[in-house]
């Protein structure tokens, strides 16, 4: 671990507000909401702009601000096109604002990568696009899956709490969270097929069994299973919040969990 960089920190102090907004009295989807998610969405982009100003930085640290900033940024949109997404606020905050400690933590594990010129470089450019997609949209499917896991424990016990008073309820919930798995799905397997072509340029084999794309695919199979289960046999509620969670844990464990092993532990 380095000397923080005060640009992380100011990143990182961001965050905050919004971890702190969910618990003001009679909060809404007002202006001080949209002022809050702002800043939140723009202190993460003015690091992630200079931490790729020259070149795409491998590092675990600027991964996870790029990623957090993605969230930030569909949260927006989720939040000004749906009414109940802006009540996820309480759990995405508090979690964003973790990655963003982490990040800034192992902040001196940073890595360029020169991306190649011709096709190989285009292919690059589009696999990670949406490979950082895929884990902004899992990432608040997860989120509205935990936030109806919740909502649904505390109906059950009639126990409801400061927290599960805030989040949206259990239907809307559900609903957000099958859209964003269905749209996660989709570009999961666009990032499949992007990441074949870029082996299949770079080693003329289509497949590189290494663990980041066993546990994507994991998790791709595992989500098309849960998605044909809400089809055929009507699989929701807490197993469907579990195997979401899971699928994400997967794709999260194929994004971070190989990179913190190879740059942190095994540095």
């Known amino acids: 671990m380095s000397n923080l960089d ?4 100011v990143a990182l102090v961001a965050l905050f507000p919004a971890v702190l907004l969910p618990f003001r009295r009679n909060g809404g989807r007002d202006v ?9 969405f723009l202190g993460p ?10 070149s795409w930085s491998t590092g675990l640290a600027a991964d996870l601000w790029v990623v957090i900033t993605a969230i930030m940024a569909l949260f927006c949109l989720l939040a ?18 973790l990655l963003g400690v982490v990040a800034s933590l192992f902040a001196g594990s940073t890595a360029e990568h020169h991306l190649s010129d011709g096709a190989q470089g285009a292919w690059l450019d589009l696999h990670i696009l949406v490979s950082v997609a895929t884990i ?27 927290l599960t008073r805030m ?3 259990v239907v809307e919930s559900e609903r957000l969270s ?9 570009v999961l397997g666009l990032g499949l097929a992007t990441g074949m072509a870029l082996e299949y340029l770079e080693s003329g084999s289509l497949w590189k069994f290494d663990h980041k794309t066993l546990l994507s695919l994991l998790a791709f199979l595992l989500i098309g299973a849960l998605l044909t289960g809400r089809r055929v046999c009507g699989v929701r509620g807490q197993i469907a919040a579990r195997v979401i969670l899971s699928a994400y844990l997967l794709l999260f464990l194929a994004f971070f969990g190989v990179k913190f092993v190879q740059q942190v532990l095994l540095s």
């Open 6 to 9: 005060p640009s992380f920190l």
């Open 32 to 40: 001080t909401f949209w002022a809050v998610l702002a800043v939140a």
């Open 45 to 54: 982009l003015t690091l992630t702009f200079r931490l790729l100003a020259e």
């Open 80 to 97: 000004a096109a749906e009414k109940q997404a802006w009540r996820l606020m309480p759990l995405l905050a508090p979690y964003l604002a």
């Open 136 to 162: 902004a949209l899992l990432t608040l499917a997860a989120v509205a899956a935990l936030g109806s896991f919740l909502q649904a424990r505390a109906l059950k016990l009639k126990k409801p709490s400061r």
């Open 167 to 169: 989040l949206p309820p």
């Open 178 to 186: 099958e859209r964003l798995l269905i749209l996660s799905e989709i």
